[in-house]
């Protein structure tokens, strides 16, 4: 079964703490994005990635930076975490075009 | 600026009877609407889709209708079930800076009541 794995379910942050965000992807996909689901305001578009080291801005970028340096891994930081970054945030891959989007089962940060 | 709006956050109907979900958009670009379906502490899986030339697609119990002159289209299931209590996304692809991206709406809780 294919799968887009997230490392943690649930994390507790204190503000100005460096975060790591990782998501591992077993498709060989080409494309990984990082969203965020705020109630109200659904899933937003923080970064993607088409390709090994590429990123790209999503609509809502500030405060985030991502990594990928393998095709498998695409990793969202936050530099420095603020309460307003407090959301589920979702880990998606797909093979190009805009079908066959797999969902991580997301991780709930709450920073403090 | 939300490109694609669902303007009902919850929706609750009887088992058996039909669920409408809807959803708008503003961009004339946007080449393919989804829906995503989404139960707590799982990720969205995509339900089912349609192409902006196409006016209606149906997979079973689910057909979606959409109307490019209002910018609009609607989710129907019949008859509605238990198991498709959840939070419905519909979504928009639009081809920009190099890739396909999907913009989402707000959601829509779907209650199915026994």
């Known amino acids: 079964d294919v799968k887009v794995t997230q490392s943690s379910r649930y994390l507790v942050k204190r503000t100005g703490e460096k975060v790591f965000l990782e998501c591992v992807q077993d498709m060989d996909h080409e494309n990984m994005f990082w969203y965020r689901q705020d109630p109200g305001l659904g899933l937003r578009l923080i970064y993607f990635s088409y390709d090994v080291k590429m990123k790209e801005k999503g609509d809502i970028p500030e405060g985030y930076s991502v990594s990928r340096e393998k095709k498998e891994r695409f990793s969202l930081i936050l530099e420095s975490a603020s309460t307003n970054q407090t959301s589920m945030y979702l880990c998606a891959s797909s093979p190009g075009g805009p079908f066959g989007y797999t969902f991580g089962s997301g991780t709930r940060l709450t920073v403090v | 600026d939300q490109q694609v709006k669902q303007n009902s956050p919850s929706l609750s109907v009887q088992e058996g009877r039909i669920s409408i979900l809807n959803c708008d958009y503003t961009n004339s670009m946007f080449d393919y609407f989804l829906w995503y379906k989404k139960y707590p502490a799982e990720g969205p899986t995509f339900l089912i889709s349609i192409s902006s030339i196409k006016d209606k697609n149906e997979d079973g119990r689910f057909t979606v209708f959409l109307n490019k002159s209002a910018k609009h289209l609607s989710l129907h299931i019949v008859p509605s079930q238990p198991g498709d209590s959840a939070v419905y996304f519909c979504?928009?692809?639009?081809?920009?800076?190099?890739?396909?991206?999907?913009?989402f709406g707000q959601g829509t809780r779907l209650t199915i009541n026994p």
């Open positions: 979504a928009a692809s639009i081809w920009i800076q190099g890739a396909q991206k999907l913009v």
